[in-house]
């Protein structure tokens, strides 16, 4: 599980060094002229949490086995790119099915590395960016409406429903603004993501800083963090370049690395945890002799629904869920103590299961 990320930006703005560094691959290449990349890349990366070691020593589990978060880097986008300038519309489709846009924005002076536009502006940057994705949207809804209109004559319910989402869609997009803004019923949400609307997705922008500006970003990425707070949307202070330096180091150097530089985690770390709030995600744990694991699911599941994470079957026959709280687990010193103490409690279908819980579901075969 986990989430899946597309990353998106303007040519030399650092995104396939980010995505580099945050694979610790050099599956995409990352150099200096637009469109290097030219094949979606797909990284899929560990998501760190120290809650997994704790759990792991305390259960004697032989494996640990952490979340997952998928990134997909496409080529730079330029102006144009909706109807086909650059790599145009082949790189645009394939993050029509991510979970959030990570959109880096260059936020560093560099007379090395040249700026598509000939100048430093990550407002304008983002601007063309967003406008790409929304012509990309008007164009791929626009092909629709004649066949869904013919459907819907006919008292296709699934074409009427769909023709109305299509045309709220239509309207906030003609007037400039993203599809993710379009009010919807909880019920509407299943078919309006079928839709696979680029602008539909949340977006959190990754600032690419120089290393001077890592710790305390600087007024290009503030100017973006304002931009994201006004649309709802977060933002994050990253180096793409002192990402690399993280990435090539062994595992027990890099806390020193980062107290060097005045850092108290990496940038993927904070790129994780704001895109967990930005979709609402929890973790949740199941710990045992043979493994402790790591589930993500979304803030207000029920436990029914959680434990279909693992298995449909646990969801189809679900009957309780065996639940001790991460603090009770770990401060008490596991499962038996836990359970002896009181606080492993039996939860049943209508339990919304918080973060950090650490579950046992019981089910019907």
Same mark, same amino acid.
């Given at each position: =599980?986990?989430?899946?990320?597309?990353?998106?930006?303007?040519?030399?703005?650092?995104?396939?060094?980010?995505?580099?560094?945050?694979?610790?691959?050099?599956?995409?290449?990352?150099?200096?002229?637009?469109?290097c990349t030219i094949?979606?890349?797909?990284?899929?990366?560990?998501?760190?949490?120290?809650?997994?070691?704790?759990?792991?020593?305390?259960?004697?589990?032989?494996?640990?086995?952490?979340?997952?978060?998928?990134?997909?880097?496409?080529?730079?986008?330029?102006?144009?790119? $909706?109807?086909?300038?650059?790599?145009?519309?082949?790189?645009?489709?394939?993050?029509?099915? /991510?979970?959030?846009?990570?959109?880096?924005?260059?936020?560093?002076?560099?007379?090395?590395?040249?700026? /598509?536009?000939?100048?430093?502006?990550?407002?304008?940057?983002?601007?063309?960016?967003?406008?790409?994705?929304?012509?990309?949207?008007?164009d791929s809804l626009?092909?629709?409406?004649?066949?869904?209109?013919?459907?819907?004559?006919?008292?296709?319910?699934?074409?009427?429903?769909?023709?109305?989402?299509?045309?709220?869609?239509?309207?906030?997009?003609?007037?400039?603004k993203p599809a993710?803004? /379009?009010?919807?019923?909880?019920?509407?949400?299943?078919?309006?993501?079928?839709?696979?609307?680029?602008?539909?997705?949340?977006?959190?922008?990754?600032?690419?800083?120089?290393?001077?500006?890592?710790?305390?970003?600087?007024?290009?990425?503030?100017?973006?963090?304002?931009?994201?707070?006004?649309?709802?949307?977060? $933002?994050?202070?990253?180096?793409?370049?002192?990402?690399?330096?993280?990435? =090539?180091?062994?595992?027990?150097?890099?806390?020193?690395?980062?107290?060097?530089?005045?850092?108290?985690?990496?940038?993927?770390?904070?790129?994780?945890?704001?895109?967990?709030?930005?979709?609402?995600? /929890?973790?949740?744990?199941?710990?045992?002799?043979?493994?402790?694991?790591?589930?993500?699911?979304?803030?207000?599941?029920?436990?029914?629904?959680?434990?279909?994470?693992?298995?449909?079957?646990?969801?189809?026959?679900?009957?309780?869920?065996?639940?001790?709280?991460?603090?009770?687990?770990?401060?008490?010193?596991?499962?038996?103590?836990?359970?002896?103490?009181?606080?492993?409690?039996?939860?049943?279908?209508?339990?919304?299961?918080?973060?950090?819980?650490?579950?046992?579901?019981?089910?019907?075969?």
């Open positions: =599980m986990g989430f899946k990320c597309g990353i998106v930006g303007l040519p030399n703005v650092g995104k396939s060094t980010l995505f580099n560094a945050l694979t610790q691959t050099a599956a995409a290449q990352a150099a200096n002229y637009p469109f094949e979606p890349n797909v990284g899929e990366i560990a998501v760190p949490d120290p809650r997994l070691e704790k759990l792991a020593a305390l259960a004697k589990s032989a494996e640990i086995i952490p979340t997952r978060i998928s990134f997909v880097d496409i080529a730079g986008l330029v102006k144009g790119a $909706s109807k086909g300038e650059g790599l145009g519309n082949q790189f645009l489709a394939t993050i029509r099915e /991510v979970d959030a846009i990570v959109h880096v924005v260059r936020c560093f002076e560099d007379n090395d590395v040249t700026h /598509v536009e000939g100048k430093i502006d990550p407002i304008a940057d983002i601007e063309t960016i967003e406008t790409e994705l929304m012509l990309a949207d008007l626009e092909k629709r409406v004649d066949g869904l209109e013919k459907k819907a004559k006919g008292n296709d319910k699934e074409a009427k429903e769909t023709l109305d989402l299509i045309t709220r869609s239509l309207a906030l997009l003609r007037e400039g993710r803004l /379009v009010e919807r019923k909880p019920e509407e949400e299943k078919l309006f993501h079928s839709l696979g609307l680029l602008t539909s997705a949340p977006v959190l922008y990754a600032c690419n800083v120089d290393e001077a500006s890592a710790a305390t970003g600087n007024d290009f990425s503030r100017k973006v963090e304002e931009r994201a707070k006004a649309e709802g949307a977060v $933002s994050v202070v990253i180096s793409a370049k002192i990402e690399s330096e993280i990435a =090539m180091l062994p595992a027990s150097e890099r806390a020193d690395y980062l107290e060097a530089i005045g850092l108290t985690e990496t940038g993927l770390d904070r790129l994780i945890r704001a895109g967990y709030a930005l979709l609402h995600l /929890v973790t949740y744990f199941t710990a045992g002799p043979k493994e402790t694991r790591a589930w993500t699911i979304t803030k207000g599941t029920k436990a029914p629904q959680a434990a279909g994470v693992i298995h449909s079957d646990f969801e189809r026959g679900f009957i309780r869920a065996e639940t001790i709280a991460y603090d009770d687990y770990v401060s008490l010193g596991g499962e038996a103590q836990a359970r002896d103490a009181g606080k492993l409690r039996l939860e049943g279908k209508d339990y919304v299961v918080a973060d950090g819980d650490v579950m046992h579901f019981r089910f019907a075969t």
